[in-house]
């Protein structure tokens, strides 16, 4: 299987590059600070191939802040992006699985600081995922198409979200995160048999309440 997640790479280079700046020896008085993380649990196991139960994971690989230093009110947004294609060969038939998968998150929150080491953060989301999946069957070893299942499958909701960071140096942090959202999701599903024709349909709506563990870890420079 093929997995590609072009996020972890940008943000990497966004990471190495900022910790590897130096402090200018004067700094104007900033109005507001900016961070910069990246979720390391997915990161290592879309890395090395793991295969392993995200469910319970937030998808959001890339994260970005900004907040005012005065009061800590700001902004945060959330993003992933993951391409898979997965061959599967028998004696009778080739499956290609072929997913991509967008998420998005924008939120308003406020940062507290707890002593000198502790950063904590309260806010309010909303989301927006999208996954795009084509399963293409053909005979083998004919090569001949027999079936393909293209799914749309979109989803928005909204709810709180809470972080905890620890301040390993002056800029770097490793913290985690927890979440309680309300999704809605939308799929439809297009089945093509080459020998009987085309078939759609769309799935009943489904509404549910997610709730995500702080079990992620995640990596933060911030500015």
């Given at each position: 299987?093929?997995?590609?997640?072009?996020?972890?790479?940008?943000?990497?280079?966004?990471?190495?590059?900022?910790?590897?700046?130096?402090?200018?020896?004067?700094?104007?008085?900033?109005?507001?600070?900016?961070?910069?993380?990246?979720?390391?649990?997915?990161?290592?196991?879309?890395?090395?191939?793991?295969?392993?139960?995200?469910?319970?994971?937030?998808?959001?690989?890339?994260?970005?802040?900004?907040?005012?230093?005065?009061?800590?009110?700001?902004?945060?947004?959330?993003?992933?992006?993951?391409?898979?294609d997965d061959e599967e060969i028998s004696e009778?038939?080739?499956?290609?699985?072929?997913?991509?998968?967008?998420?998005?998150?924008?939120?308003?929150?406020?940062?507290?600081?707890?002593?000198?080491?502790?950063?904590?953060?309260?806010?309010?989301?909303?989301?927006?995922?999208?996954?795009?999946?084509?399963?293409?069957?053909?005979?083998?070893?004919?090569?001949?198409?027999?079936?393909?299942?293209?799914?749309?499958?979109?989803?928005?909701?909204?709810?709180?979200?809470?972080?905890?960071?620890?301040?390993?140096?002056?800029r770097v942090l490793i913290g985690t995160e927890?979440?309680?959202?309300y999704t809605v999701h939308n799929e439809k599903?297009?089945?093509?048999?080459?020998?009987?024709?085309?078939?759609?349909?769309?799935?009943?709506?489904?509404?549910?309440?997610?709730?995500?563990?702080?079990?992620?870890?995640?990596?933060?420079?911030?500015?």
């Amino acid at each position: 299987m093929k997995k590609i997640t072009t996020l972890f790479f940008v943000s990497l280079a966004i990471l190495s590059s900022s910790i590897a700046q130096e402090e200018p020896a004067k700094q104007k008085e900033k109005k507001y600070d900016q961070y910069i993380g990246v979720q390391l649990n997915q990161m290592i196991n879309q890395i090395f191939n793991l295969k392993s139960d995200n469910s319970n994971l937030s998808p959001y690989i890339l994260n970005y802040g900004i907040n005012r230093k005065s009061d800590g009110w700001g902004l945060n947004v959330g993003i992933a992006y993951v391409y898979e294609d997965d061959e599967e060969i028998s004696e009778t038939e080739i499956v290609n699985t072929v997913n991509n998968d967008f998420s998005i998150r924008v939120g308003v929150e406020q940062k507290v600081m707890w002593g000198e080491k502790w950063l904590a953060s309260l806010g309010i989301d909303f989301l927006y995922a999208n996954l795009d999946q084509d399963k293409n069957i053909t005979g083998n070893p004919t090569g001949v198409p027999v079936l393909d299942t293209r799914t749309t499958s979109n989803s928005y909701g909204m709810g709180p979200r809470g972080t905890l960071h620890y301040r390993l140096g002056q800029r770097v942090l490793i913290g985690t995160e927890a979440s309680f959202y309300y999704t809605v999701h939308n799929e439809k599903i297009t089945v093509i048999d080459y020998t009987t024709g085309v078939t759609t349909r769309d799935e009943p709506k489904n509404k549910r309440l997610v709730f995500l563990s702080p079990i992620v870890l995640s990596l933060t420079v911030q500015f």
